[in-house]
């Protein structure tokens, strides 16, 4: 009976194991002994609109050890080789099985490689394996544009489940933005395994995928321009951007002080990244879209287009300048001490002439000004491919209501604003992008940094295209007679030093007084005068003023932009000056003659 | 009706033990298949295999033998099973680890094995010699500390609790079996369950209750009743102090021997693995040499103590019910085969060597399929395991020896 009693209770509970919960019990057994093994694919290459390569894939060496066949000596040995701390290589191995290779060190170089490989009889146990590594080809010139990788952190792990803890992506820039389509799509392999996690056999074939490349990426940017543009800055801290004014390609988007991009494709050294860090000349932060800046003189042409627009003034509107302006109480002083005498508009643009443009901000007043500072892509981000855009501020009457409260609303703060100073802030890409506005009489595009995709396999591209926007608002007749004025600036006005041979073309300069030192020094422009193609935004921090500093970097990036158009010759525009030279000097030497006899 | 089938008793006894050890040398093949060697060079399944042919021998041996021979010389060999138990202890002494082997040249021999069998046959002497009554506690006092709690003692010392407690549970039925009435087995017994109880003072009270309730109607003495009832008051009041006394590591010992499913990564792991291969086998199992769970070893001591769950595994529920089959053809033939003796040292023989078989096969399945600890005791005919293999074989003989010599007094 008791014998019975046994018998039947085992019986029951394997029936209850076996065919009640079997199902179960045979998912656990293959989840037990089958493992699934992620394949990375290869992230997309970076071209720049000419197809030149700026970013692609190097292989790297990532080293395992199994701790089965591996002893004390060989962690000691390559301790000692990579430098690495013996207690966490050993805490690495024991959290694996003991027949699981385990990853202790990756983006080996191949010197190291080499002399581990030359050592490999001493070193029982030791693996590796050839896994991508982000490679740049120019370390800093591109850095903003492209941004950094890094592993993902837990903010990013709750997007998408795309994306799984360990993965490698975009920290920052194009990298970031454009994640999804550099990363390719995983591929996984079913292995099994026993117990002690030693590889039997591939299982699954029908399931297993095998990973697909990321899409390549073609930029608007022009790689040669762009590692031009950041020689003329010479260590100097500032931004530079050009866009294509007939789609709005960006060819070239710097910021200046830059860090070597390639620090960031391994484990980053946290010595190296505290010095980062702490620099005081932020060389991690784009000044292109996420530093704000007061415009200075360059608003003027806001300004000028508004009261225009608005007819509240005629370009035949003079103003006598006698160097200084009595605003209520205070005296604001004009750039030129002597003062500039009565000018027009035009004569007030090239001239840069403070006391005219406090005068018109006055007329226009602060509704009217905000308003077409708005309309003028000022206050609102650009839309560039880049993550962390700043929108830059436009003070609008209830802005200054909310910070000064009613009665403290002055004349001098819209006298201040015309002139582009005051809590006015603009990012240089704000200010390529006005220069485009100005140059299509109202019409642009949004700036933007790419220019197609590529797929790896099948080389069917996906190009992007921009539509373009129109400023209806303004009558392209506003437009004509501010790019007629900004002619001047570069023809005979402040803007001279950025003039070039051979190819006429409009800009203004700008000297923002800021709290943090030596005023900045701006420049916009668009060339040439006639059918414009390209338009600047340059600042050039704590520079000075814009005709001493940034007009010329902007002068040489058009002469470089144009000789690759084979739009202008070096050779010949210096041959020009030195006639202009000579003859100068002829003239200098006669006046001497003459004065002689004397 | 089924009695007729039992005058065949050795054909029965010959075909389960021949059915058990088929499925055994199945298992041990399987295992083996996996695991290249194990120790001189040879497999488990070799190594088994030798052992087998040993035990056929020692089987033969004890068929052999007339049954008077037993009894003779029962004492002789119990005193030198004692001696070798604790040379074992000697031997051993001062290494750490288990300590259960001697090493006789190229084999190890388990004292403890022979110890079952030596046990049974000087218990079963010495009890059926004289008319002892062991329904006197005296006596029944007297038999358990000459025969039983030595070797218990020396085997929980090596320290191997499971064999350790087949000693224990051997001494009710083969006391039954000698006359201990059943009242009395119960009254043994009932301090074990009020101990189990005394958790829960609903469940404590009912036990009591039982214990009170049997007293009244059973007409005992009062002294006898009074004293049965305080020593069970007394267990039930003692074990939830001493249960609290103990250092928390201490009670987390014990709670995972109870319960290792608890402790997932150490004693639960093997308990869960065994599940897993056991429920993964399904009705018709995976297919020899198929067990995924078996093949790439995540079940643990697959070849001793978890050797079932590869039968689970790779023959499903029907290799596991025609498993179960074949012990209890064995079990039931056995007390049968008890039954018929005339003879009182073979009954008191044959119904312990029933009591060893089936209570080592009730706690390995029972264990391999998380209703009983891990206590690491074998499977009979099935486990690897040489000297019990030959210790098992033995009794076979000496169970087919009695069921010739029945009608001999």
């Known amino acids: 009976m008791f014998i019975f009693t046994v018998i039947l209770i085992l019986l029951v509970r394997f029936l209850s194991i076996q065919i009640i919960s079997g199902d179960l019990y045979e998912l656990k057994s293959i989840e037990n002994s089958v493992k699934i093994e992620t394949k990375f694919p290869v992230r997309g290459n970076i071209y720049d609109r000419n197809g030149l390569l700026i970013a692609d894939n190097r292989p790297a060496f990532s080293l395992y050890l199994v701790r089965s066949r591996t002893n004390s000596y060989t962690i000691s040995r390559l301790g000692s080789i990579l430098d690495l701390d013996l207690d966490d290589i050993e805490k690495k191995l024991r959290q694996g099985g003991p027949f699981q290779p385990v990853k202790i060190a990756r983006h080996i170089d191949q010197v190291t490689l080499t002399t581990l490989q030359e050592n490999i009889l001493e070193l029982p146990g030791l693996e590796w394996k050839v896994e991508p590594k982000r490679h740049y080809i120019y370390d800093k010139a591109f850095a903003h544009v492209l941004g950094t990788l890094g592993e993902i952190d837990e903010n990013e792990l709750d997007k998408t489940s795309e994306y799984e803890p360990g993965d490698i992506v975009g920290k920052k820039g194009i990298e970031k933005r454009l994640d999804r389509e550099l990363r390719g799509r995983k591929g996984y392999e079913f292995i099994k395994v026993d117990a002690v996690g030693r590889v039997v056999e591939k299982v699954n074939q029908s399931k297993s995928s095998l990973p697909y490349p990321g899409n390549d990426l073609y930029l608007t940017i022009d790689a040669g321009l762009q590692v031009y543009a950041d020689s003329l800055f010479m260590g100097r801290r500032g931004a530079l951007v050009a866009t294509d004014v007939r789609n709005g390609e960006i060819l070239t988007m710097l910021s200046n002080p830059s860090y070597d991009l390639n620090i960031f494709t391994g484990p980053v050294d946290s010595k190296v990244w505290s010095e980062l860090i702490s620099d005081t000349l932020h060389p991690l932060y784009d000044r292109t879209s996420q530093s704000t800046y007061p415009p200075g003189s360059t608003f003027k042409i806001v300004a000028a287009i508004a009261a225009l627009n608005e007819a509240i003034i005629t370009p035949s509107w003079r103003v006598n300048c006698p160097g200084y302006y009595q605003i209520g109480r205070r005296t604001v002083r004009c750039w030129k001490a002597d003062g500039h005498g009565t000018l027009d508009l035009l004569g007030a643009i090239k001239n840069s002439c403070n006391v005219y443009f406090y005068k018109l901000g006055l007329e226009i007043g602060i509704d009217i000004w905000s308003k077409y500072s708005n309309l003028l892509g000022f206050g609102s981000k650009t839309g560039v491919e880049l993550s962390n855009e700043k929108a830059g501020l436009v003070p609008s009457e209830e802005y200054y209501k909310r910070v000064y409260g009613e009665k403290n609303i002055t004349p001098g703060l819209i006298a201040n604003l015309a002139i582009g100073q005051g809590e006015l802030l603009v990012t240089p890409i704000q200010m390529g992008q006005f220069a485009m506005i100005l140059a299509n009489a109202g019409t642009y595009y949004r700036p933007h940094l790419i220019h197609k995709f590529q797929d790896k396999v099948s080389k069917t591209e996906n190009t992007t295209q921009t539509a373009s926007i129109k400023i209806d608002k303004i009558r392209p007749e506003v437009f004509d007679i501010v790019k007629k004025g900004m002619g001047d600036v570069v023809a005979e006005g402040t803007g001279g030093r950025a003039r070039i041979i051979g190819i006429k073309f409009a800009g203004k300069t700008g000297t923002a007084q800021n709290p943090h030192g030596d005023s900045h020094s701006w420049f916009i422009c668009f060339a040439p005068y006639d059918n414009p193609e390209i338009a600047l935004g340059i600042i050039v921090e704590n520079g000075g003023s814009g005709s001493a500093v940034a007009a010329p970097i902007a002068g040489n990036y058009l002469r470089r932009y144009f000789h690759q158009k084979g739009m202008f010759d070096y050779e010949k525009e210096r041959k020009i000056l030195y006639e202009i030279w000579k003859k100068k000097k002829q003239e200098e030497e006669d006046k001497l003659q003459i004065q002689l006899p004397l | ?409």
């Open chain 2, 1 to 409: 009706m089924f009695d007729r089938w039992f005058q065949k008793a050795d054909v029965l006894i010959i075909v389960s033990v021949a059915g058990m050890l088929i499925m055994g040398f199945l298992a041990l093949y399987s295992t083996s298949a996996s695991t290249p060697q194990s120790s001189g060079g040879l497999n488990y399944f070799e190594s088994q295999l030798i052992w087998f042919f040993v035990g056929l021998i020692a089987l033969l041996v004890c068929f052999f033998v007339p049954p008077r021979i037993y009894a003779d010389y029962s004492y002789g060999i119990y005193g030198l099973t004692l001696v070798l138990l604790l040379a074992v202890l000697l031997i051993n002494a001062g290494e750490t680890g288990a300590r259960r082997w001697i090493t006789l040249g190229f084999l190890n021999f388990q004292p403890s094995e022979l110890a079952k069998i030596a046990v049974l046959l000087a218990t079963a002497n010495y009890l059926s010699n004289s008319d002892i009554d062991l329904n006197i506690f005296k006596n029944f006092f007297v038999v358990t500390t000459l025969f039983f709690i030595p070797a218990f003692l020396f085997i929980l010392r090596q320290p191997d609790l499971g064999t350790a407690m087949v000693f224990l549970i051997l001494i009710l039925p083969v006391f039954y079996w000698a006359g201990l009435r059943g009242g009395n087995v119960f009254l043994y017994i009932a301090p074990l369950f009020v101990l189990m109880a005394s958790f829960n003072f609903y469940f404590f009270l009912f036990a009591m209750l039982i214990i009170v309730a049997y007293l009244y109607f059973s007409k005992r003495s009062l002294r006898t009743g009074t004293a049965v009832f305080l020593i069970n008051i007394f267990v039930g009041m003692i074990t939830p102090v001493l249960w609290n006394n103990l250092r928390e590591y201490q009670q987390q010992r014990i709670k995972i021997f109870l319960t290792p499913e608890a402790d997932p990564l150490g004693a639960g792991y093997q308990i869960i693995q065994s599940k897993v291969a056991i429920g993964s086998g399904g009705l018709f199992g995976k297919g020899f040499l198929n067990g995924s769970q078996t093949q790439l070893r995540f079940l643990p001591e697959q070849h001793t103590d978890f050797i079932f769950a590869v039968v689970g595994e790779e023959f499903g529920f029907l290799g596991v019910f025609i498993g179960l089959l074949l012990f209890a053809i064995f079990l039931i033939t056995a007390v049968k085969i008890a039954n018929m003796q005339r003879s009182k040292f073979n009954g008191i023989v044959s119904i312990g060597i029933a009591t060893l078989i089936g209570f080592h096969m009730m706690v390995n399945i029972g264990m391999t399929i998380g209703l009983l600890p891990v206590t690491g005791l074998p499977l009979p005919f099935i486990s690897y395991g040489g000297s019990a293999m030959v210790i098992n074989l033995s009794m076979v003989g000496l169970l087919l020896n009695f069921y010739r010599h029945r009608y001999e007094y």
